[in-house]
């Protein structure tokens, strides 16, 4: 595609339900970051694919985060059993491959409001 | 009470000033600094970056200086235009880390009027 993508824009859900963000990264762009922005503050890294393979996933907030990708395209973001502080953009970027991760393409992110 | 996270630093200028945004980074191992721009409802976009080795870089209409002595970046943008106004992040690599894991700063919100 000419960019990245993200779905929903939008996402309103109640406490303690499930809910799956997707990503999916420019054509043929290899590595595939996910990151999340609380309100006024600055990017905070999650979690990163090569390929479909994620080698740390240290930057998760809790085990309710989880995230796969399949077929070296498109990326899901699970977070179970939402809470409040999980309200943010979350956000979804692409590089052709993991060494040229300077050149990040960001999509223009999920914004995520659980009541 | 309110969240100290709402008060982005915030920075107006008249269209056609120059804009000076300011940014202090943590690591003193940090190698590798990227600015970006984030306009309302958008993802970031790259703007320009400067590795460590050098204290100056310029790119068209903008220009990034790196302080190592003082872990201070700030980026000029010369002839501020209505289109500038945006949250302007800076974000860092520190060497031997992971490559892909930057560090981001808060962001500083610029506004031009016209």
């Known amino acids: 595609g000419a960019g990245v993508s993200q779905s929903p824009s939008n996402k309103v859900t109640e406490k303690g339900k499930d809910v799956e963000l997707r990503c999916d990264p420019i054509?043929?762009?290899?590595?595939l970051y996910w990151y999340r922005q609380s309100l006024g503050q600055g990017l905070e890294f999650l979690i990163y694919?090569?390929?479909?393979?994620?080698?740390?996933k240290s930057g998760l907030p809790s085990d309710r985060f989880s995230a796969e990708r399949t077929g070296g395209s498109v990326s899901t973001l699970t977070i179970q059993r939402t809470q409040q502080e999980d309200s943010a953009v979350y956000l979804c970027a692409s590089s052709l491959e993991v060494s040229r991760w300077e050149t990040q393409y960001f999509g223009p992110g999920t914004r995520l409001l659980v009541l | 009470g309110e969240s100290v996270g709402l008060h982005l630093p915030t920075l107006s200028v008249q269209e056609g000033d120059n804009s000076i945004i300011n940014c202090a980074y943590s690591?003193?191992?940090?190698?590798?600094f990227i600015w970006y721009k984030q306009e309302s409802g958008k993802g970031p976009q790259f703007i320009i970056d400067i590795r460590s080795n050098m204290d100056k870089r310029q790119g068209q209409r903008v220009t990034v200086l790196l302080n190592k002595t003082v872990k201070h970046l700030s980026l000029q943008i010369a002839a501020t235009q209505p289109g500038d106004s945006a949250v302007y992040f800076c974000?860092?690599?520190?060497?031997?880390?992971?490559?892909?894991?930057?560090?981001f700063g808060k962001g500083t919100l610029l506004t031009v009027n016209p």
């Open positions: 694919f090569q390929g479909n393979s994620a080698p740390d």
């Open positions: 054509s043929g762009h290899t590595a």
């Open positions: 974000a860092e690599n520190p060497r031997g880390g992971s490559n892909y894991k930057l560090t």
């Open positions: 690591n003193s191992a940090s190698d590798y």
